[in-house]
């Protein structure tokens, strides 16, 4: 079951709660840093060259230092070769700190094929572009049944590319949340509100000028950024793309 969001709808910042129910399933290896399970939603893809999947997937221990959504039940540490467990996600609250798509789908051996992956953090953890490994990463349509909800998008009222004038006249192109452009060429500062929409894919509707126009009529980025920050206990990143 999914929400009412589909995958190319998502974008960085985009603060999520996941849930996926626990479902039987079978252990078929153990090691001090992992657990391998029979992966009870995909099927193997017949038609993926030179990569064979075995039907498994690996979940990290304590040990690994790794963060995995998926979890199992009993606890990781607590199984063995042969047991019987549950795999699923608890309810979860993550933030997007990047999506990547792919046209065609990308072959991985398993299907569905992905179209799209999110780059998630867990809540607490703020992005550090000097680590290689970080999060993990969800295919929001994929074979699992994983229920998004969308609880909170900064800047909700636009979208990538968007083109702004502030309050106090500078102008501006919005690329995420916290990723703006001012076109002064003065790298400093945030956009003061309320904010006026300049440019959409061309220019913008009345419509669309006046929902941005009523949407930053009270408030300020300081707000958006203290409610995003409440939700993710994180600091955001200006590489959020």
Known sequence: MHNALVSHDYRSGDVLSLEC???????????????????PWWEVDPQAENIRW???????TPAA????????????????????????????????QAVHRFDPPLVTGMLPRPASYLEVLRRGETHDPCLEDQGCTIDPVGGEPLRIELVFRPYAFLEPGDEVADRDGRAWRFDAAWNWCPFDGEQ???????????????EPTPK??????????????????????????????????
């Open 208 to 241: 669309e000028t006046e929902e941005v126009t009523r949407a930053t009529s009270a408030g300020s980025h300081a707000d958006e950024l203290e409610r995003w920050s409440e939700l993710t206990r994180a600091r955001p990143t200006t590489q959020q793309q």
């Open 54 to 60: 075995n039907g498994e997937r690996a979940l990290p």
């Open 65 to 96: 230092h790794e963060w995995e959504v998926f979890r199992t039940e009993p606890a990781e540490t607590a199984l063995k070769p042969g047991d019987t467990c549950l795999v699923g996600i608890p309810a979860t609250v993550v933030h997007v």
């Open 188 to 202: 400093s500062g945030t956009p003061a509100w309320p904010l006026t929409l300049l440019f959409r894919r061309g």
């Open 21 to 39: 129910p626990f479902t039987e399933t079978a252990v078929t290896g153990v090691t001090r840093y992992y657990v391998s399970v029979r992966w």
